[in-house]
């Protein structure tokens, strides 16, 4: 098996061999990062751009040294210093920097959809590092790496998903790769963040309690703070009444359940500090899987690219 | 060169304010219709045209059309609107006030019917601004604009959120027996929504917009018209709601009537899968319930009008990010093959179609135009209702493609449009 997309720009839709070949990848190159020399020189001479119009710390970071530990040269551009703020399209951006021949395009934007567009007019793979609400396939890709690292498999887990799952790409895109991996899942929050459509994706608990009961894997969503603005929830303070994991509510999952959270977290308000610092915590773990299943997806698109410009010099 | 006398024969007459819906030949005189008999009963008089397998109805109105001239000329000009009009089988069209200025004067509709007259093709009627600068605050002044021809008033585009100005609106529209079109969103529950709120956006992680928002506003000036009297048409219904409330409406003998787009009778929010900003209009493409509903509407007489709400955008305001594109879509030139899908598949008679293209949109609007009756304009649609052809974007008249239908394989197309007794479509060649 092997992945067959030419992009990556989203988990809904893939096959279950796709995705479990992205994450075999990513195990292959996580010792990688174990060694001494964390370098070697698998993308040497390939040049990977990010374009990062929203801000974004951890997953460029994450990228830049998953592209750097593949000898790759990483240039990110970030919405501050590219030309969106001076009126140029996304895709007069997209391709000026694509006539600088890059061999893969990252790209964060706060549209969704956004990296489709891009896909379709540039000559080289996209890789969706978030987009709007609507997925993060890597993120999702780094937390199905940490489970099965954790527990040794998805497939008949419960998987409970808990907090603003309706503005959420990473909750999207976890439940596209869940789903295709065989997990139950669970999603819990308040109605205004689950719509009545979400009954389609999982099981729906308004009752934190009630939702955690005996799962395997809890997966906390940050809470945007603007979201009290527009009346999704009356208050912080009120939001983590209800849905803050807590020890005591994280009592009621299985014995020996993890908790995932993408951060970065906000303390006390959907998770407890016991708990982001706590045994069942795998936060870091995630964190460090990230750089494995960048990796792998840069040598998956990137390195494809090489292979078809190959096969193009001996045809010519 | 209107003096001349022209014959169609062959064709089937379908003529639904008059009820005739059978073979029948028609003779035009100048620009009026002269004589309609029976095949073969009136002389040739020397110029014909042939209409076998065709069907001969009075002149299509489109009574929701954005012409964007004067302000927007690189979106759409009153001269390419109109020509894909005629192209369309559209012998006239009723234009939106929002243009740049607004059409919130008499200035401005004179300036759109003097286009009109120096390079339109099919006929243009001006709808009103209800407020002024479409801004919701002041009425605009009616009168003014009804005496410089004016057949509606409408703030289409930006929804009354006054409930106070939509009742001053009805009011005082009966001064001068005109309809108030309204488009029905309510501004704060469909906010920045982008496509219809349900399954497909939630999947896509887009913004929405409730049906709520659109039923909201009905009902609201449902009740509002009750009390007032006066004329209300509501634009584009989108949602199974929104029909059951005109449904509801009707049978209290509101005088409210209703229009629907062909997209929202053949399109749902599944066209929007791929982020196709060419699927991105307000009214939002709803769910396969509810498109169901309009058909079952249109047959029963629920929905009065097809209208198309041709929105012309250039390709720069679409080629964008999906929550930064332009709303609307082109129609003029795909209206006729998607509502004979309807009468070929749906149960909806081809007298009804005509009703609902031409006799109710002359009615609601007050044109003389609509019947093919002996004296009155002579406005004719000659449609072929077996013609097939691929939409290809470069072959549209309208200035701007924004058509969800390339590539479609459509049946049906205009043979030839008739204006004031002149042959506007096909075009001489030359005179493009």
């Not at chain 1, 998903?161 to 959420?168: A, E, K, N, R």
């Not at chain 1, 610092?277 to 997806?297: E, F, H, K, P």
């Not at chain 2, 302000?71 to 740049?100: D, H, I, S």
Request: aromatic content about 4%.
């Amino acid at each position: 098996m092997s992945f067959a997309g030419d992009h990556l720009l989203g988990l809904d839709g893939l096959a279950r061999e796709e995705i479990e070949y992205l994450l075999e990848s990513a195990e292959s190159f996580r010792e990688i990062s174990a060694r001494e020399i964390k370098k070697v020189p698998t993308l040497r001479g390939k040049t990977v751009v990010g374009l990062f119009f929203e801000p974004s710390t951890r997953t460029r970071t994450s990228f830049e040294i998953a592209a750097k530990r593949l000898s790759a040269d990483f240039v990110s551009i970030s919405g501050s210093t590219s030309s969106a703020t001076k009126g140029e399209t996304l895709l007069d951006t997209a391709r000026n920097v694509a006539a600088m021949n890059p061999d893969c395009l990252v790209m964060r934007h706060g549209s969704s959809g956004a990296p489709h567009l891009l896909a379709a007019e540039v000559g080289c793979p996209v890789i969706n590092a978030g987009d709007g609400a609507h997925e993060h396939p890597t993120q999702a890709l780094l937390d199905m790496l940490t489970i099965r690292d954790k527990v040794g498999r998805i497939e008949g887990l419960d998987v409970a998903i808990v907090g603003d799952i309706l503005h959420s790409r990473v909750a999207r895109s976890n439940i596209h790769a869940l789903r295709a991996l065989g997990a139950r899942v669970r999603l819990i929050g308040p109605p205004t963040f689950l719509p009545p459509v979400a009954r389609h994706w999982g099981e729906v608990h308004h009752d934190m309690a009630a939702g955690l009961r005996d799962v395997d894997v809890v997966m906390m969503l940050r809470l945007q703070r603007e979201r009290q603005g527009a009346n999704f929830l009356p208050s912080l303070d009120e939001y983590s009444r209800y849905f803050c994991l807590n020890a005591e509510r994280l009592q009621l999952a299985k014995p020996g359940a993890i908790v995932l959270h993408p951060g970065p977290i906000n303390r006390g308000i959907e998770i407890a500090s016991e708990v982001a610092d706590g045994a069942s915590s795998v936060i870091l773990d995630q964190v460090t899987n990230g750089v494995a299943v960048r990796m792998a997806c840069l040598y998956i698109l990137a390195g494809r690219a090489r292979v078809a410009a190959v096969e193009e010099r001996q045809v010519v | 060169m209107s003096d001349q006398r022209l014959l169609i024969r062959g064709g089937t007459v379908v003529d639904p304010a008059n009820g005739i819906d059978e073979e029948r030949d028609l003779l035009i005189d100048g620009d009026r219709i002269a004589a309609v008999d029976t095949p073969g009963q009136i002389p040739d008089p020397g110029s014909s045209l042939d209409a076998t397998g065709c069907w001969v109805t009075p002149g299509l109105i489109d009574m929701h059309v954005h012409l964007r001239e004067p302000g927007y000329e690189y979106k759409e000009t009153v001269q390419t609107g109109t020509l894909a009009a005629v192209a369309g089988g559209v012998t006239a069209v009723a234009c939106m006030a929002n243009t740049l200025p607004v059409n919130d004067s008499a200035a401005v509709t004179e300036y759109i019917l003097e286009r009109a007259r120096l390079t339109g093709h099919a006929r243009v009627h001006p709808i009103g601004a209800v407020s002024l600068g479409l801004e919701g605050k002041h009425l605009a002044e009616i009168g003014e604009m009804r005496e410089a021809g004016i057949v509606a008033i409408s703030d289409d585009g930006m929804p009354i959120a006054d409930a106070a100005l939509m009742r001053r609106a009805l009011e005082y529209a009966q001064l001068f027996d005109i309809p108030v079109i309204v488009h029905e969103e309510d501004p704060a529950l469909a906010a920045d929504g982008v496509m219809h709120e349900g399954q497909t956006c939630f999947h896509l992680g887009l913004k929405g917009m409730p049906s709520a928002a659109e039923e909201a506003m009905i009902a609201r000036d449902l009740a509002i018209l009750e009390q007032t009297g006066g004329r209300l048409h509501i634009a584009h219904l989108s949602t199974a709601g929104s029909v059951r409330l005109v449904a509801q409406a009707k049978q209290r003998g509101l005088p409210v009537t209703a229009e629907v787009t062909p997209h929202h009778f053949v399109l749902t929010e599944e066209a929007v899968r791929q982020y196709d900003t060419n699927a991105k209009m307000k009214p939002p493409l709803r769910t396969s319930a509810d498109v169901e509903e309009m058909v079952a509407a249109l047959r029963d007489g629920v929905i009065d009008v097809i209208a198309t709400d041709h929105a012309p955008h250039h390709r720069d305001e679409k080629n964008v990010e999906f929550e930064e594109a332009a709303f609307g879509i082109v129609g003029l030139e795909t209206s006729v093959p998607l509502t004979l899908q309807l009468v070929r598949d749906s149960g909806l008679t081809r007298s009804a179609m005509i009703e609902a293209m031409s006799a109710r949109p002359a009615r609601i609007l007050g044109l003389e135009a609509g019947s093919l009756a002996v004296g009155m304009p002579a406005d004719v649609s000659i449609i072929d209702p077996q013609h097939r052809w691929t939409v290809q974007l470069d072959g549209l008249h309208s200035k701007s493609k924004n058509s969800p239908f390339a590539g479609w394989d459509m049946v049906g197309a205009a043979r030839a449009t008739i204006v004031g007794g002149r042959i506007l479509w096909p075009q001489e060649k030359g005179t493009e």
